[in-house]
């Protein structure tokens, strides 16, 4: 679960502004990530939230190819054992 929350610094109410077009409440937004999937970096760059996600599927749980002698000559099998 990826938890993305923000508030309001205390530092922001001085000040002037010509227009304040986001309310500045808290606010609290949660997200369910697929298996396998890592937050790899998070960016907040002129109010806009980037969030890079990585998909780092275990070698054990990678597709392989096994090869299979028989007397007609070698045959490939594939197996997807992540699915």
Known sequence: VLLVAGHKHPEQENGQF?????ATRAFKQSFSLADYVKVREAQLENGLLTIDLVREVPEEMKPRRIEIATGGGPKTIEHDKAA
């Not at 010509?18 to 986001?22: E, K, N, P, Q, S």
């Open 18 to 22: 010509l227009h304040r077009g986001i």
